[in-house]
Nanobody, 121 residues
Framework: QVQLVESGGGLVQAGGSLRLSCETS????????MGWFRQAPGKQRELVAR???????NYADSVKGRFTISRDNTKRTVYLQMNSLKPEDTAVYYC???????????????WGQGTQVTVSS
């Protein structure tokens, strides 16, 4: 029943911008840490950005200054604003969230289906 629905991926030219969204739903009582990961072909999955419930964020060095992560706790949604995109940003981007479900005493990690971001030169 828990779902992480992503949107906003696509094809963009180098220097352009994209905004990714990830909405969580399905019997969720509370949402803790949320973040974005990415995986390029032949590469390991890496953390792009992470944000706590209180709004504290951190970023991978490769995206710092270009990407901004934010969240709306009412909508239980996390966003990733990506500016000054580079071809090396091309990857499948995955939404991640630590969620507390109704009737459960601990948070569990959930993942979105992944959305393709392609940056052309």
């Amino acid at each position: 029943q828990v779902q992480l629905v992503e949107s906003g991926g696509g094809l963009v030219q180098a220097g352009g911008s994209l905004r990714l969204s990830c909405e969580t739903s399905g019997g969720i009582v509370n949402v803790s840490n949320m973040g974005w990961f990415r995986q390029a072909p032949g590469k390991q999955r890496e953390l792009v950005a992470r944000i706590t419930r209180s709004g504290y964020a951190n970023y991978a060095d490769s995206v710092k200054g270009r990407f901004t992560i934010s969240r709306d706790n009412t909508k239980r949604t996390v966003y990733l604003q990506m500016n000054s995109l580079k071809p090396e940003d091309t990857a499948v981007y995955y939404c991640n969230a630590d969620l507390l479900r109704l009737g459960v005493s601990r948070f569990d990690a959930y993942w979105g289906q992944g959305t393709q971001v392609t940056v052309s030169s």
